[in-house]
C-alpha cells in the first residue's frame, strides 16, 4: 500500500496490443512510467502514438494486455469492474476536453454524481462539498442550470470540480484545453496549477505546444514507446 511517499502511479512493463485486420498491433511497447506525489505531468505526441490509449490504461478505462498498473499504492489488473469503477471513482479524478457532463442534470447535479455513487458522506455534506467546489471553480452562481446554458469555459470548470468531488489523489485531463479558447485554456491551465501547488498530482494530455513548456515534467509518446522532455531516450 501506499506509505505517503510511494509513486501515485506506477506503470510496469506495459503492453498493450489490439486486433486489427490484418493482425495484432502492439499500441503500447513494454512502458515504464513513475509519477511521483504533487508532480505535474504533460503527456504529448502525434495522434495515433498511443498518449490515449496509456491514458486509458492509468484511469482503468481500459486493460493491459501485459504488465501492471498501481494508482495510489493498489493494483488495477486484477480488480473486477465493479471493484475497479469504484476505486476509479475514490482515488482518479478524470478531465474530457467535451466536458462529458450529463445533459439532464444540473451543474451541481453532475458533481454530486461521484460522491453519491460512492456513497461518500451524507447527502448533506456532499452538497456542501459540491457547492464550495463549483464556489472554487467560480461556477457556483451557475449550479442549478443545464450543462447546455453554460459557456465551454464554465461547463469546463464545473467538469474540473466534479473530478475533484471525492479528493481523489489523482487527476487525469485528455486534452482539457483542446475544446476552449486560448484565454480560457489559459485558466483553466492556470487552476490544474494551483491544484497541484495543493498537493495533487496531475496529467495531462496536451497537443499546446505553450502549456507543454509550462510543465515542469512533460513526456513524449512516439510509436508506442515513452520519451521524457525531448530527449530522444526511451523511458524505462
Same mark, same amino acid.
Given at each position: ?13 506495459? #503492453? ?30 502525434? !495522434?495515433?502514438?498511443?498518449? !490515449?490509449?496509456?491514458?486509458?490504461? %492509468? =484511469?482503468? #478505462?481500459?486493460? $493491459?494486455?501485459?504488465?501492471? %498498473? ?26 474530457? *476536453? ?7 442534470? =444540473?451543474? %451541481? ?12 458522506? =451524507? ?10 467546489? /463549483? ?15 453554460? !459557456? ?11 473530478? /475533484?468531488?471525492?479528493? $481523489? ?16 485554456? *489559459? ?7 494551483? /491544484?497541484? !501547488?495543493?498537493?495533487? =498530482?496531475? #496529467? ?14 512533460? #513526456?513524449?509518446? /512516439? ?14
Amino acid at each position: 500500500m501506499n506509505n505517503g511517499t510511494a509513486a501515485v502511479v506506477q506503470v510496469q512493463d506495459l #503492453i498493450k496490443d489490439f486486433q486489427g485486420p490484418y493482425g495484432t498491433i502492439q499500441v503500447l511497447k513494454k512502458i515504464n512510467l513513475s509519477v511521483q506525489p504533487g508532480e505535474m505531468v504533460g503527456v504529448c505526441g502525434p !495522434s495515433g502514438s498511443g498518449k !490515449s490509449t496509456l491514458i486509458n490504461m %492509468i =484511469t482503468g #478505462i481500459d486493460r $493491459p494486455t501485459s504488465g501492471t %498498473i498501481d494508482i495510489a499504492g493498489s493494483q488495477l489488473n486484477g480488480m473486477s469492474e465493479n471493484k475497479l469503477a469504484r476505486y476509479r471513482g475514490l482515488h482518479i479524478g478524470v478531465v474530457f *476536453q467535451f466536458f462529458q457532463l450529463l445533459p439532464t442534470l =444540473t451543474i %451541481i447535479e453532475n458533481v454530486l454524481l461521484p460522491m453519491d455513487f460512492c456513497r461518500k458522506g =451524507t447527502p448533506r455534506q456532499r452538497y456542501e462539498r459540491a457547492m464550495s467546489l /463549483l464556489e472554487q471553480m467560480g461556477v457556483a452562481d451557475q449550479a442549478h442550470k443545464l450543462p447546455a446554458s453554460l !459557456s465551454g469555459g464554465q461547463q469546463q470548470r464545473a467538469a474540473i470540480a466534479r473530478s /475533484l468531488a471525492n479528493d $481523489p489523489p489523482l487527476i487525469v485531463a485528455d486534452e482539457p484545453t483542446g475544446n476552449l479558447d486560448s484565454k480560457t485554456a *489559459q485558466h483553466v491551465f492556470h487552476i490544474f496549477e494551483e /491544484l497541484v !501547488s495543493q498537493g495533487k =498530482t496531475f #496529467i495531462m494530455v496536451t497537443h499546446d505546444p505553450g502549456l507543454a513548456r509550462r510543465m515542469p515534467r512533460v #513526456i513524449e509518446v /512516439l510509436d508506442g514507446r515513452l520519451y521524457e522532455n525531448g530527449n530522444g531516450n526511451g523511458v524505462h
